[in-house]
């Protein structure tokens, strides 16, 4: 009913840039928060970055100076410019975004989850 769709990621050498985009698209009436979300192999799925439809913004402590989350409302997109990478931020990156959506003659909120794009640093 509700795809997230992410794209950007790919292999960058340390201390290169990658942007992250994701659009949301399918029975979205109206989106609220929007988010960046990491999981590396055998770990939990961790906060990267939150947005708010106004521009409040939440960061993880260790991409705080380094990452940027923005959105285009219009777009139904959310994006996530990563400056300075290192090693560290190797993983799969997960685009999140809870959307108002159509549930028979209402409108509900659910959470849902792009299928993630890797991001790799390395050599």
């Known amino acids: 009913q509700v795809q997230l769709v992410e794209s950007g990621g790919g292999l960058v050498q340390p201390g290169g840039s990658l942007r992250l985009s994701c659009v949301a698209s399918?029975?979205?009436?109206?989106?609220?928060?929007m988010g960046w979300y990491l999981q590396a192999p055998g770990k939990q799925r961790e906060l990267v970055a939150t947005?708010?439809?106004?521009?409040?913004?939440n960061y993880a402590d260790s991409v705080k100076g380094r990452f940027t989350i923005s959105r285009d409302n219009a777009k139904n997109t959310v994006n996530l410019q990563m400056n300075s990478l290192k090693p560290v931020d190797t993983a799969v990156y997960y685009c999140?975004?809870?959307?108002?959506?159509?549930?028979?003659?209402?409108?509900?909120?659910?959470?849902?989850w792009g299928q993630g794009t890797q991001v790799t640093v390395a050599s």
């Open positions: 399918g029975s979205i009436f109206s989106i609220n928060a």
């Open positions: 999140y975004a809870r959307v108002g959506s159509w549930h028979l003659a209402n409108i509900r909120e659910y959470d849902y």
């Open positions: 947005i708010t439809p106004s521009g409040s913004t």
